[in-house]
Structure formats: C-alpha cells, structure tokens
C-alpha cells in the first residue's frame, strides 16, 4: 500500500495529475452538490499551477498542487492528529518552490499530518515522519492508479442503490448500468453522453457538467 513509509507504488507527476483529473470527472458525474464530492480538481488555480482536492466532509483532507515539473500533497487524517511529528519536522528538506503553498493558505489553516512531493528528479521524497501512522496509507491509496479502487469506495458512496437512512446522500445515489466508462476516463478518453448515460442512466445536468469539465480541463463532446 502507498504510505509515506512507502513512496515505490506513488505514480509519476503526469500519472497522478492523470488519476486526479480522472477522479474529478467521476465525481462530478456521480454527484450535482459540489459540497458531496470527495474529489474536485481546478485546473485555473492560479498562473502555472493546477490544484486538487480531496474532503470527507468529517476533517480528512488531502491537498495537492501542481507546477509545472513539480507537485506536492499535504494531507490530514484527524484521527492520528495527536501523533504525527511537528510541521517543521515534516517538511525537513523541502524544496522552496512549495513554501507558499505549504505554509500559506489553504494549508495553514486546515493543517497537516503527512507531506510528501517530488525533488528536482521527479522523485517522490518526505522530510522527517517519525514512526507513528499518520493515516497517509488510507489517504493516498486512491492513486494507485486501479479504476477498480475508485469503483469500490464509489459504490459504497455513491452507487449503492439499497436503502440509505441519509436521504440527503439518498438524492444523488446513481443507478450505472455499466461501469466500463471508469477505464476509460482513467485512461483519458474524451467524455461523451453516452459514457455518462452509462454510468448514471437519469443525468441530465449536462450544463453545470460542462462547467465542471471546463474547470477540470478534461476533455468532451456531448453533441
């Protein structure tokens, strides 16, 4: 499993940036209410940087931002909040390039329990973790680049059509009749309507996908 304590399985920068728009896309598929996604991704974040966020909606987080040679994540798991080594400790040996955004915001204020990014060789590389877990194993798992990791914590969250005491999660449970377009977008392939129809049979929000499209920077036609 990808942990700070092991970095072989992180995919390259191109590959994550890859996972993270592909993953984007699903969501935005899979869920209208942007504040229930787990993953959005803003390819505009500011000039020559792309950023990319996971939220659970109870205080986990993972934020990533590309340059463009470069990344960095920083990451929080409340749970191991209390056990993690210091912020300093953490990004013993950064590069400079990442400081603005490690130490400004939003990062400073929602905090960080594991920091990793890539060194001037693409490498990805930590400062001084210390031993205890810092929840970084369960956080980046997602990258591992298998569509089948997406489709087993989506259909949980968003596909499961059973009974859901939550109605208000209930709203945007999808009904795919094929999960076939997750390889797909995981390879890049260009969004269409039938591949969305595929994966959520009632959408018809096609306006406000556009949007997230546009935003995400991944391509389509819905003509």
């Known amino acids: 499993m990808i942990s700070t304590k092991n970095l072989q399985l992180m995919p390259q920068k191109e590959d994550l940036q890859r996972i993270c728009k592909a993953i984007s896309v699903l969501d935005a598929i899979f869920c209208d209410e942007w504040e229930f996604r787990y993953y959005s ?43 993690v080594a210091s912020k300093q400790d953490l990004t013993l040996g950064m590069p400079e390039i990442y400081n603005d955004f490690i130490f400004g915001e939003p990062v400073s204020s929602r905090g960080t329990d594991f920091c990793l990014w890539t060194n001037n060789d693409g ?9 205890n877990d810092d929840g970084s194993e ?14 087993n914590w989506a259909y949980e969250y968003f596909l499961d059509d059973t009974q ?21 977008i995981y390879k890049g392939k260009k969004l269409t309507k039938e591949m969305v129809l595929l994966l959520d049979k009632n959408f018809n929000d096609w306006k406000r996908l556009e949007e997230d499209l546009k935003e995400i920077n991944y391509d389509y036609d819905f003509n």
């Open 41 to 83: 991704y803003n390819s505009k974040w500011a000039d020559g940087e792309e950023f990319c966020e996971m939220r659970d909606g109870s205080g986990d987080h993972m934020l990533i931002l590309f340059l463009k040679n470069n990344c960095i994540i920083n990451g929080l798991a409340k749970e191991y909040c209390s056990q």
């Open 123 to 131: 490498e990805w590389t930590v400062g001084n973790i210390g031993k």
């Open 138 to 151: 369960e956080l980046l798992n997602i990258f591992d680049g298998n569509p089948e990791t997406y489709i």
């Open 164 to 184: 859901d005491e939550d109605e208000e999660k209930e709203d945007y449970k999808a009904k795919p009749t094929s999960l076939e377009p997750v390889f797909e």
